[in-house]
Protein backbone atom coordinates (compact mmCIF):
# COMPACT_ATOMS: atom_id res chain seq x y z
CA UNK A 1 0.00 0.00 0.00
CA UNK A 2 1.76 3.10 -1.27
CA UNK A 3 1.10 6.69 0.70
CA UNK A 4 -0.78 8.05 -1.40
CA UNK A 5 -4.01 5.26 -0.64
CA UNK A 6 -2.70 5.70 3.20
CA UNK A 7 -3.42 9.53 3.00
CA UNK A 8 -6.78 8.71 1.34
CA UNK A 9 -7.79 5.84 4.21
CA UNK A 10 -6.82 8.32 6.65
CA UNK A 11 -8.70 11.15 5.38
CA UNK A 12 -12.36 8.98 4.41
CA UNK A 13 -11.74 7.91 8.53
CA UNK A 14 -11.64 11.45 9.54
CA UNK A 15 -14.80 12.57 7.38
CA UNK A 16 -16.97 9.75 9.12
CA UNK A 17 -15.85 10.78 12.34
CA UNK A 18 -16.76 14.22 12.01
CA UNK A 19 -20.29 13.14 10.18
CA UNK A 20 -21.21 10.84 13.07
CA UNK A 21 -20.37 13.46 15.35
CA UNK A 22 -22.82 16.58 14.32
CA UNK A 23 -25.75 13.67 13.94
CA UNK A 24 -25.85 12.98 17.63
CA UNK A 25 -29.38 13.19 19.03
CA UNK A 26 -30.13 15.72 22.00
CA UNK A 27 -29.98 14.18 25.19
CA UNK A 28 -33.19 13.31 26.36
CA UNK A 29 -34.46 13.82 29.96
CA UNK A 30 -34.85 10.28 31.45
CA UNK A 31 -38.19 10.89 33.61
CA UNK A 32 -40.00 14.24 31.58
CA UNK A 33 -38.82 12.32 27.98
CA UNK A 34 -38.36 16.34 27.06
CA UNK A 35 -35.18 17.01 25.51
CA UNK A 36 -33.24 19.46 27.37
CA UNK A 37 -31.36 21.92 25.34
CA UNK A 38 -27.88 23.11 26.98
CA UNK A 39 -28.26 26.91 28.69
CA UNK A 40 -25.53 28.45 29.81
CA UNK A 41 -26.73 31.33 32.53
CA UNK A 42 -22.75 31.77 33.25
CA UNK A 43 -21.34 35.21 32.49
CA UNK A 44 -18.32 33.08 31.33
CA UNK A 45 -16.74 33.49 27.88
CA UNK A 46 -17.51 29.09 26.73
CA UNK A 47 -14.78 27.12 25.55
CA UNK A 48 -14.46 27.98 21.67
CA UNK A 49 -16.10 25.42 20.02
CA UNK A 50 -14.96 24.85 16.29
CA UNK A 51 -17.41 25.08 13.51
CA UNK A 52 -18.21 22.24 11.02
CA UNK A 53 -16.96 24.79 8.70
CA UNK A 54 -13.37 25.43 10.38
CA UNK A 55 -13.53 20.81 10.67
CA UNK A 56 -13.99 20.95 7.26
CA UNK A 57 -11.11 23.30 6.30
CA UNK A 58 -8.34 21.65 8.30
CA UNK A 59 -9.33 17.84 6.91
CA UNK A 60 -8.96 19.59 3.68
CA UNK A 61 -6.51 20.62 4.26
CA UNK A 62 -4.66 17.29 6.15
CA UNK A 63 -5.87 15.35 2.99
CA UNK A 64 -3.55 17.61 0.63
CA UNK A 65 -0.91 17.28 2.63
CA UNK A 66 -1.29 13.99 2.78
CA UNK A 67 -1.28 13.33 -0.98
CA UNK A 68 1.79 16.10 -1.52
CA UNK A 69 3.51 13.31 0.48
CA UNK A 70 2.04 10.71 -1.19
CA UNK A 71 3.14 11.84 -4.52
CA UNK A 72 6.80 13.33 -3.32
CA UNK A 73 9.30 11.35 -5.64
CA UNK A 74 11.45 9.97 -3.60
CA UNK A 75 13.49 7.65 -5.72
CA UNK A 76 17.24 8.17 -5.69
CA UNK A 77 18.35 9.63 -9.35
CA UNK A 78 19.78 7.03 -11.24
CA UNK A 79 23.60 7.15 -11.43
CA UNK A 80 24.72 8.80 -14.66
CA UNK A 81 26.02 7.13 -17.07
CA UNK A 82 29.14 8.48 -18.81
CA UNK A 83 30.31 8.73 -22.21
CA UNK A 84 34.13 8.43 -22.92
CA UNK A 85 35.40 11.69 -25.18
CA UNK A 86 38.16 9.54 -26.49
CA UNK A 87 37.66 7.43 -29.09
CA UNK A 88 39.77 4.67 -30.43
CA UNK A 89 39.98 4.24 -34.12
CA UNK A 90 41.64 1.18 -35.72
CA UNK A 91 44.37 2.42 -38.10
CA UNK A 92 43.93 1.57 -41.93
CA UNK A 93 47.07 0.37 -43.44
CA UNK A 94 47.98 2.40 -46.19
CA UNK A 95 47.52 1.84 -49.58
CA UNK A 96 49.68 3.13 -52.45
CA UNK A 97 48.15 3.19 -56.58
CA UNK A 98 50.33 1.16 -58.38
CA UNK A 99 51.14 1.51 -61.95
CA UNK A 100 48.07 2.19 -64.00
CA UNK A 101 45.88 3.38 -61.23
CA UNK A 102 44.85 0.33 -59.54
CA UNK A 103 45.33 0.33 -55.67
CA UNK A 104 48.53 -1.65 -54.34
CA UNK A 105 48.33 -4.68 -51.75
CA UNK A 106 48.59 -2.63 -48.25
CA UNK A 107 52.47 -3.58 -46.95
CA UNK A 108 53.43 -3.65 -43.06
CA UNK A 109 55.43 -0.77 -41.84
CA UNK A 110 57.17 -3.42 -40.31
CA UNK A 111 60.22 -4.84 -42.20
CA UNK A 112 61.52 -8.74 -41.75
CA UNK A 113 64.54 -9.84 -42.98
CA UNK A 114 65.10 -10.88 -45.65
CA UNK A 115 67.63 -14.17 -47.20
CA UNK A 116 70.82 -12.84 -49.00
CA UNK A 117 70.90 -14.27 -52.76
CA UNK A 118 73.72 -11.86 -53.41
CA UNK A 119 77.02 -14.16 -53.91
CA UNK A 120 79.24 -13.56 -50.78
CA UNK A 121 82.53 -11.53 -52.38
CA UNK A 122 86.09 -13.03 -51.81
CA UNK A 123 88.05 -10.92 -50.29
CA UNK A 124 91.61 -11.32 -52.02
CA UNK A 125 94.58 -12.42 -49.39
CA UNK A 126 96.53 -8.94 -50.12
CA UNK A 127 100.51 -10.28 -50.60
CA UNK A 128 102.65 -9.33 -47.76
CA UNK A 129 104.64 -6.13 -48.24
CA UNK A 130 108.23 -7.59 -49.50
CA UNK A 131 110.74 -5.40 -47.06
CA UNK A 132 113.72 -4.91 -48.75
CA UNK A 133 116.86 -5.14 -46.22
CA UNK A 134 120.32 -2.99 -46.80
CA UNK A 135 122.91 -4.84 -47.99
CA UNK A 136 126.70 -3.60 -45.98
CA UNK A 137 128.21 -1.26 -48.51
CA UNK A 138 130.18 -2.92 -50.86
CA UNK A 139 133.84 -1.88 -51.44
CA UNK A 140 134.68 1.88 -51.15
CA UNK A 141 132.12 4.52 -52.90
CA UNK A 142 133.62 7.19 -54.29
CA UNK A 143 131.35 9.58 -51.95
CA UNK A 144 129.53 9.72 -49.08
CA UNK A 145 126.55 11.50 -47.04
CA UNK A 146 127.41 12.02 -43.50
CA UNK A 147 124.56 10.71 -41.15
CA UNK A 148 123.90 11.75 -37.51
CA UNK A 149 126.40 10.84 -35.20
CA UNK A 150 128.81 10.10 -37.33
CA UNK A 151 132.58 11.72 -37.79
CA UNK A 152 135.76 11.57 -40.13
CA UNK A 153 137.70 9.56 -38.31
CA UNK A 154 135.04 7.24 -37.91
CA UNK A 155 134.64 6.99 -41.67
CA UNK A 156 138.02 6.49 -42.20
CA UNK A 157 138.05 2.90 -40.12
CA UNK A 158 134.50 2.53 -41.75
CA UNK A 159 136.22 2.11 -45.23
CA UNK A 160 139.35 1.34 -44.16
CA UNK A 161 141.31 4.50 -45.69
CA UNK A 162 143.86 6.85 -43.95
CA UNK A 163 142.20 9.29 -42.18
CA UNK A 164 145.21 11.95 -43.56
CA UNK A 165 143.87 11.18 -47.20
CA UNK A 166 140.54 11.60 -45.75
CA UNK A 167 141.41 15.18 -44.94
CA UNK A 168 143.39 16.30 -47.32
CA UNK A 169 141.27 14.50 -50.63
CA UNK A 170 138.33 16.85 -49.00
CA UNK A 171 140.30 19.97 -47.84
CA UNK A 172 140.12 19.62 -44.34
CA UNK A 173 142.26 19.28 -41.11
CA UNK A 174 142.06 17.58 -37.83
CA UNK A 175 139.57 19.93 -36.36
CA UNK A 176 137.15 19.78 -39.02
CA UNK A 177 133.64 18.58 -37.82
CA UNK A 178 131.28 18.20 -41.09
CA UNK A 179 127.60 18.36 -40.33
CA UNK A 180 124.96 15.64 -41.39
CA UNK A 181 124.28 16.02 -45.09
CA UNK A 182 128.02 16.96 -45.97
CA UNK A 183 129.03 14.87 -48.86
CA UNK A 184 132.26 14.41 -48.73
CA UNK A 185 134.58 12.03 -50.75
CA UNK A 186 136.29 8.84 -50.28
CA UNK A 187 139.90 7.64 -51.30
CA UNK A 188 140.26 4.78 -53.25
CA UNK A 189 143.34 3.83 -52.15
CA UNK A 190 145.13 3.26 -48.79
CA UNK A 191 144.31 1.37 -45.39
CA UNK A 192 143.84 2.88 -41.66
CA UNK A 193 146.24 0.55 -40.13
CA UNK A 194 146.28 -1.06 -36.84
CA UNK A 195 143.31 -0.25 -34.21
CA UNK A 196 140.46 -0.26 -37.01
CA UNK A 197 138.01 -1.70 -34.38
CA UNK A 198 137.28 0.11 -31.66
CA UNK A 199 134.97 -2.10 -29.60
CA UNK A 200 134.62 -6.09 -30.52
CA UNK A 201 132.05 -7.36 -32.57
CA UNK A 202 129.48 -9.38 -33.10
CA UNK A 203 127.91 -8.23 -29.62
CA UNK A 204 124.92 -6.63 -28.66
CA UNK A 205 123.66 -2.85 -27.65
CA UNK A 206 121.19 -1.62 -25.37
CA UNK A 207 119.93 1.78 -27.27
CA UNK A 208 120.74 4.85 -25.02
CA UNK A 209 118.97 7.94 -25.17
CA UNK A 210 120.58 10.15 -28.25
CA UNK A 211 121.72 6.98 -30.22
CA UNK A 212 121.52 6.78 -33.93
CA UNK A 213 122.46 3.89 -35.74
CA UNK A 214 125.99 5.44 -37.92
CA UNK A 215 126.55 6.62 -33.86
CA UNK A 216 126.23 2.83 -32.63
CA UNK A 217 127.99 1.84 -36.20
CA UNK A 218 130.73 4.14 -35.13
CA UNK A 219 131.06 3.41 -31.86
CA UNK A 220 132.34 -0.27 -33.06
CA UNK A 221 134.68 1.29 -35.63
CA UNK A 222 134.19 -1.18 -38.17
CA UNK A 223 130.87 -1.79 -38.08
CA UNK A 224 128.41 -0.86 -41.21
CA UNK A 225 125.11 1.10 -40.72
CA UNK A 226 123.35 -0.86 -43.29
CA UNK A 227 124.69 -4.50 -41.57
CA UNK A 228 123.20 -3.45 -38.25
CA UNK A 229 119.90 -2.68 -40.18
CA UNK A 230 120.20 -6.18 -41.92
CA UNK A 231 121.18 -8.19 -39.10
CA UNK A 232 117.79 -6.92 -36.74
CA UNK A 233 115.36 -7.55 -39.89
CA UNK A 234 114.75 -3.40 -40.08
CA UNK A 235 114.18 -1.44 -43.02
CA UNK A 236 116.79 1.42 -44.26
CA UNK A 237 116.57 4.43 -42.10
CA UNK A 238 114.42 2.30 -39.20
CA UNK A 239 113.73 4.92 -36.04
CA UNK A 240 115.35 3.19 -33.30
CA UNK A 241 114.23 3.61 -29.33
CA UNK A 242 115.55 3.88 -26.14
CA UNK A 243 115.93 0.20 -24.50
CA UNK A 244 115.94 -1.65 -28.10
CA UNK A 245 118.56 -4.11 -27.86
CA UNK A 246 120.32 -4.54 -30.74
CA UNK A 247 122.62 -7.04 -32.45
CA UNK A 248 126.17 -5.85 -33.95
CA UNK A 249 127.98 -8.35 -36.27
Not at 78 to 84: E, F, V
Not at 96 to 112: C, K, Y
Request: with cysteine.
Amino acid sequence: MNKKTIGLFIALIMVTLLFSACARPATTSPTTGEVAVATSTSSEIPFPVATQPQIMADILKQTQTAMAMATHDTSFPSAATSTPSFIFETPTPSTTMAVGGEEATPTSSILMPSASTSTPVSLATAAPTQISYPTPTPGRPSTYTIQAGEYLWCLARRFDVAPADLLSLNGMNANSQPYAGTVIKIPQSGSFGAGRARNAHPATYTVRAGDTIGGIACWYGDADPNTIFAANGLPANSIITVGQVLQIP
